[in-house]
């Protein structure tokens, strides 16, 4: 059996490399290329092709993959809003995703942002490197004196709440499908209007599926509190992202954080330095005292890398063992 991988980063190696030990019945073969219609032919004779996401795969690219005969795909990462689904299922792909590789990674970098919004950090750390030790006007918030809303309880929003309960924070939160231990325990609200009216921070935890687009708006934002914080580190389809800044201008917005932008795609995990930003957007957001940018590195943390192989390697043996992972993803 052979599986292909592709965008080997260097810091998976040691993950890849420990998998492959365990497993010396399997021939595996990398590169750092990212899948595109252009490579796909390096996977010819795979039983399967295991990626992660950074690029769209779109019909060209999974039209290249089927035509020299590797159907079985398998993600090293949960999100699976760029694929191509219809034409996977003209090909019959088999796809699987990692679905938790390591929610704390995700909960605990949101709430670390949370965090240094509440304390200002950004703005006393530029203070201090221009050798201002004076407190004033730095004074910050503290987190058991805010209402949080929590949207999206899943694994990921499920440890951002047990983050807050310990920091002493009242969490209210919101889930379509709510958590029956977190029902119990009365964090719901009843719906977002709900929750936008509580919270003095808004943190995001929802996939970016089409009926997601878009949720933090201008209606969105007028029905939340003045002043309001607001941290998303899910997916950066779910924030109309003029509508925050229209919000930051008019401090309706007090401070935002975002690991994630629409339109990150060849701007994040880029470098920049000594280069203009090709986008004015996330310029005028990085220069902002009361805003955190960081390049969709809330998942980036050894234990999630060593999941997201090994159990994307799993799945790729099981797939092209003709049997259906557990994480197999059901389209
Ligand atoms: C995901 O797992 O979907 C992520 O957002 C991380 C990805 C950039 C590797």
């Given at each position: 059996m052979k599986i292909f991988a592709y965008g080997i980063r260097d810091d998976e190696k040691p993950s890849l490399e420990d998998w492959k030990s365990a497993h010396p019945d399997v021939e595996v073969d990398y590169t750092q290329e990212l899948l595109t219609p252009e490579t796909a032919?390096?996977?010819?004779?795979?039983?399967s092709a295991v990626v992660y996401q950074q690029l769209d795969y779109t019909r060209e690219t999974l039209t290249a993959l089927a035509k020299v005969g590797v159907t079985n795909l398998s993600l090293?990462?949960?999100?699976?809003?760029?694929?191509?689904f219809e034409a996977a299922k003209e090909f019959n792909f088999n796809i699987s995703n990692?679905?938790?590789?390591?929610?704390n990674a995700i909960a605990e970098h949101s709430m670390i942002q949370l965090s240094r919004l509440l304390r200002r950090t950004k703005a006393l750390d530029a203070k201090i490197a221009k050798h201002?030790?004076?407190?004033?006007?730095?004074i910050g918030r503290e987190m058991r004196m805010q209402t949080v809303g929590v949207i999206g309880t899943g694994h990921i929003g499920r440890v951002a709440i047990n983050i807050l309960k310990g920091f002493g924070a009242k969490v209210v939160a919101y889930d379509k499908f709510p958590n029956a231990e977190l029902q119990a325990e009365g964090l719901y609200v009843d719906s977002l209007d709900d929750l936008y009216a509580q919270a003095d921070a808004v943190s995001l935890y929802v996939p970016g599926v089409p009926e997601n687009h878009h949720m933090i708006d201008a209606d969105a934002i007028a029905k939340m509190k003045d002043g309001v914080v607001i941290m998303n580190?899910?997916?950066?389809?779910?924030?109309?992202i003029d509508a925050v800044i229209a919000g930051l201008d008019s401090g309706k917005i007090s401070d935002f954080g975002m690991d994630?932008?629409?339109?990150?795609?060849?701007?994040?995990?880029e470098d920049w330095s000594g280069k203009a930003f090709p986008d004015a957007k996330i310029a005028d957001l990085i220069s902002r005292e009361n805003v955190l940018v960081t390049p969709h590195t809330a998942f980036y943390t050894t234990k999630a890398v060593l999941e997201m192989v090994h159990q994307s390697m799993d799945a790729a043996v099981a797939f092209a063992n003709g049997e259906t992972p557990a994480i197999a993803v059901k389209y």
């Open positions: 032919a390096l996977a010819e004779g795979a039983d090293r990462n949960v999100g699976t809003d760029n694929i191509d990692v679905p938790v590789y390591s929610p201002d030790l004076r407190w004033a006007p730095t580190a899910s997916r950066g389809n779910l924030v109309d994630v932008y629409e339109e990150e795609v060849g701007l994040f995990n």
